[in-house]
């Protein structure tokens, strides 16, 4: 008899239990149900792919092609600069007499049109580069092609044209590679603290938009968070770009932050872990 009433008594814990997931489980629909209809629903899945494909566009604008670009650019000097060196092993000097600058206005020097003498033959024609001082009835160097003397540049031009290229490519290269090295160091350093980093929970106290950093006619965010340890010491975590909206982050949600055990300093906040 004892025994039966021992079975019934477990027998009706588990129904109570069973009635009480069942209500908290449409509890949880209706909340969510809730949230979907006043637009405070978040699909985390789209969001997280939405993030990853604005990080990708940042790094493609400001990795990749100021990369390429910088290459493409010295590749050009590089040529410009051999190209000008056979074009002078077949090439003569003479003086030209600048007749007017063509194409001259408050905003633009303007080319010379330049008359020129040789083997008693007058050529005329309008070089491709100027400088600041040029003017109508000026004397210039330039240099001809032997056998073409109608192809005629300004003496000294192809050096300078080739430097800019090669500095431009060297500024525009060395930033891109730069911004790629640095943001792979970030990922490794992610990974290592992912993996054997000590994780807390903060609270998340700031969210702000990072005004300079733009993509895809976006600004991404960043979380302020604190964390106070058993023993009272008060931790500050700043996240880096996170492209997500602050909508989208969960109301009194703690984020997950992984620090190094012996450099608390050394950190990293992961931003996806308080999305919606």
Known sequence: MGSLCAWAAVVTRVRLWQQHLKEVLRTGKRQKQDRRESGMYVDRERVRARAKRHNRVFI??????????GLGLMCGGVWMALEGVEFRKGADTTEAVILAMRGKTRESLGMPHVRYHVAGKTYEATLTSASGDMRPGMVIDVLYARDNPEDVRLAG????????????GLVFGGMGTLFLVVRKIRENRIDRLTAAGYCVEAEVTNIELDEEQYANGRHPIILSCRYVDPS????????????????????????RVYMERTRPSNYYVDVESVIG
């Open 157 to 168: 031009s192809d050096g300078l044209f080739s430097g800019v290229l090669l500095f431009m």
């Open 60 to 69: 493609l604008i400001f990795g990749w092609l100021f990369a390429i670009l």
């Open 232 to 255: 009272g010491r008060v931790y500050l975590f700043r996240s880096g770009d996170a492209w997500y909206d602050s909508h989208e982050i969960v109301p009194g949600k703690k984020v």
